[in-house]
């Protein structure tokens, strides 16, 4: 009976490995994927009702804090140059979630009326594999027009983007 | 606090509210258009002020230091929508929600109308760029019109969605200066 069990566990751990391996083997000593350049591409809210100037200003606020970020060459959504560019990572974004608050209610009672958004980010090769995937969350709960919460989006995606992949801007 | 300088505060507070609400209402439409680019535009600040124009198959946008042109033939999609902003916005506007009696709370409830004009547009490299404006109700529509009578795509009344707006891959060649 102990020799199964060791031996179930044994096979658990080299699934484990075989699983894992590729990701693995795209990431460097420091547990960062490489990469040299970003390609933005423009949020896509197939299933959620969005507000255009909610699509513009994620999309918009996304390059901006990349950029701000000072670690990628950042390319917009259809930009020739980007073609065949060596370590580029293309970034998906699909609205998952969208609640549109009020600003006069959250100035009002200071508790209601935020506004939130969920946002499903790809990273993924030119190819199309799956580098790294996350839901990001962006939220204004007093201060500012809904539209904030765009860029509270931004950040956190431009966070996520620095922390996963190693870039030859910030020399790691 | 005395008596006296409570009825000052709340007599300050109702001053600057009827100041302020027909200003909100009275908006001429005429072009060009004074207008806030939110975001979008390269090189310029979000939420500078400044007019906004369609002259000779360009979206014209001007402010204190530099001007902004995109071409009617580069744009990709426009939407509009109907919004609102506070009355008292900006930093005046922070500072009044420490004023006392829920002053600021008070002055929040006040809004003015405003139209919100979405542009997407691609650069001479096939780049996709987006931009938000807000200005006066009923100069988004006017704007969308005259750039729709210039070669510019638009979306569908009551369309003015993320979806509807998507920028299609194709690349036609534009004019985009940053003077």
Redesign the interface.
């Known amino acids: 009976m102990k020799r199964l069990l060791n031996a179930a566990a044994g096979l658990s751990v080299i699934a484990l490995v075989l699983a894992v391996s590729p990701l693995l083997a795209q990431k460097n000593k420091g547990g960062k994927i490489k990469a040299s350049a970003i390609q933005v591409e423009m949020i896509q809210s197939d299933e959620i009702k969005l507000p255009a100037e909610f699509q513009v200003a994620l999309y918009e606020h996304l390059i901006r804090q990349l950029e701000k970020s000072g670690s990628w060459h950042v390319y917009r959504d259809g930009d020739r140059n980007a073609t065949g560019v060596d370590g580029l990572v293309i970034l998906q974004s699909t609205v998952r979630k969208f609640k549109e608050g009020s600003e006069r209610a959250r100035q009002v009672t200071t508790v209601a009326g935020a506004t939130s958004i969920t946002v499903h980010c790809q990273f993924t090769t030119p190819d199309g594999t799956l580098l790294l995937e996350q839901d990001v969350n962006g939220k204004v709960r007093l201060f500012g027009g809904n539209l904030r919460a765009t860029y509270d989006f931004a950040k956190k995606a431009t966070h996520i983007a620095d922390e996963n992949f190693s870039t030859p801007g910030r020399g790691n | 606090m005395t008596s006296k300088s409570k009825s000052l505060v709340v007599a300050v507070v109702s001053s600057i509210a009827v100041l302020l609400i027909p200003a909100g209402s009275a908006q001429q439409v005429s072009g060009p258009f004074k207008v806030v680019q939110?975001?979008?535009l390269t090189g310029v600040k979000d939420h500078t002020k400044g007019s906004l124009d369609v002259e000779n198959g360009q979206l014209h946008f001007v402010h204190s230091k530099a001007s902004f042109d995109v071409s009617a033939a580069s744009i990709q999609?426009i939407?509009t929508?109907a919004d609102?902003?506070?009355a008292v916005g900006g930093t005046v506007g922070?500072m009044t929600?420490a004023a006392p009696y829920g002053g600021?709370?008070f002055l929040?409830?006040f809004?003015k109308k405003i139209d919100?004009l979405?542009v997407?547009y691609?650069?001479s490299?096939?780049?996709?760029?987006?931009?938000?404006f807000t200005m006066p109700v009923g100069a988004a529509e006017l704007i969308k019109k005259a750039l729709e009578a210039q070669g510019a795509r638009t979306?569908a009344p009551g369309e003015?969605?993320?979806?509807?707006?998507?920028?299609p891959?194709a690349?036609p060649p534009n004019k985009e200066q940053n003077q």
């Open positions: 939110v975001t979008g999609g939407a929508r609102s902003e506070r922070v929600m600021g709370r929040s409830l809004r919100t979405t997407q691609r650069d490299d096939g780049g996709l760029h987006g931009t938000i979306t003015a969605t993320a979806s509807a707006i998507t920028a891959s690349t």
